[in-house]
């Protein structure tokens, strides 16, 4: 009798463990990133009810409401790899806001240029358009780092936008812009308002 107890102790301890593992995992990782709350405190900016970040190295997307997590979603971020620099074609890093939404209750797959409608990806000239969907367009609110100069992130025109090639969604693809999926995209536009704080980093 020992010996079946001891057997099933141990099954029960190999099927739990990988579960108890990943559980920890997901909470290790599914929390607002300390250094962007670090970082709202030092510029003294108040943590809004939603909160995006971005994980460049994983190619994800986590929204948070009431500092706790929501739902993850793949993204694409630079080819080109991180940088603040104007012209450069890479990701910024650091703490934003949405200061601008383009593109409310157009199709999904809408072309914008100079966020603009020009057309639709089921037109054979757009087909692999750019920007598509919708446009969040974002501001940097670091001094000296994604705000002002040549490292001005609005005047660099970066947003979370759609994209014609939906089929590089999870890897670097952009030329500095944030990728989503159409309908992610358009979920989150819907849900977030202007002002939503953004948080991109490296990990």
């Given at each position: 009798?020992?010996?079946?107890?001891?057997?099933?102790?141990?099954?029960?301890?190999?099927?739990?463990?990988?579960?108890?593992?990943?559980?920890?995992?997901?909470?290790?990782?599914?929390?607002?990133?300390?250094?962007?709350?670090?970082?709202?405190?030092?510029l003294k900016?108040?943590?809004?009810?939603?909160?995006?970040?971005?994980?460049?190295?994983?190619?994800?997307?986590?929204?948070?409401?009431?500092?706790?997590?929501?739902?993850?979603?793949?993204?694409?971020?630079?080819?080109?790899?991180?940088?603040?620099?104007?012209?450069?074609?890479?990701?910024?890093?650091?703490?934003?806001?949405?200061?601008?939404?383009?593109?409310?209750?157009?199709?999904?797959?809408?072309?914008?240029?100079?966020?603009?409608?020009?057309?639709?990806?089921?037109?054979?000239?757009?087909?692999?358009?750019?920007?598509?969907?919708?446009?969040?367009?974002?501001?940097?609110?670091?001094?000296?780092?994604?705000?002002?100069?040549?490292?001005?992130?609005?005047d660099r025109?970066?947003?979370?936008?759609?994209?014609?090639?939906?089929?590089?969604?999870?890897?670097?693809?952009?030329?500095?812009?944030?990728?989503?999926?159409?309908?992610?995209?358009?979920?989150?536009?819907?849900?977030?308002?202007?002002?939503?704080?953004?948080?991109?980093?490296e990990k």
């Amino acid at each position: 009798m020992t010996g079946r107890l001891l057997i099933l102790w141990m099954s029960a301890a190999v099927l739990l463990t990988p579960g108890c593992a990943s559980f920890r995992f997901m909470n290790a990782n599914h929390k607002i990133p300390e250094a962007c709350l670090a970082r709202c405190g030092r510029l003294k900016i108040e943590p809004t009810k939603f909160i995006l970040t971005v994980n460049i190295s994983h190619q994800t997307v986590s929204l948070f409401k009431d500092n706790k997590f929501v739902k993850q979603y793949p993204c694409s971020t630079s080819r080109f790899g991180i940088g603040q620099k104007e012209d450069s074609n890479c990701t910024p890093l650091g703490l934003h806001r949405i200061a601008e939404k383009i593109g409310a209750g157009e199709p999904a797959g809408t072309v914008f240029k100079a966020r603009e409608i020009v057309g639709h990806t089921a037109q054979p000239e757009f087909a692999d358009a750019k920007i598509t969907t919708r446009i969040l367009w974002l501001e940097g609110l670091e001094p000296g780092f994604n705000l002002g100069g040549d490292v001005d992130t609005h005047d660099r025109y970066i947003y979370i936008h759609g994209t014609g090639d939906q089929a590089s969604i999870g890897r670097p693809a952009s030329h500095g812009c944030i990728h989503l999926a159409d309908a992610d995209l358009i979920s989150l536009f819907d849900l977030l308002p202007s002002g939503t704080l953004v948080w991109i980093a490296e990990k």
